[in-house]
């Protein structure tokens, strides 16, 4: 039995909002981090940082599926 692992290189994203929506998931456990060590103002800085990048992860996203569908359409 072999168990087939595709390995892809770091950057080789699929979907133009991976390396966005990567960095919101990063940007929200620093954010926990720094609540943690009790600075709530620099938390709330960072977390609309990470929800900006989120907003335009999930924007890209939907480009990116939509310019898949149109391809797929168009074979």
């Given at each position: 039995m072999r168990i087939k692992i595709r390995r892809g290189k770091i950057g080789d994203f699929r979907d133009w909002g991976d390396p966005f929506i990567i960095a919101f998931i990063i940007l929200l456990i620093v954010c926990a981090g720094i609540l943690a060590f009790g600075n709530e103002a620099l938390a709330n800085e960072v977390a609309v940082y990470a929800y900006y990048?989120?907003?335009?992860?999930?924007?890209?996203q939907l480009a990116a599926f939509i310019r898949d569908e149109r391809r797929k359409g168009q074979e």
């Open positions: 990048s989120l907003v335009v992860g999930v924007v890209l």
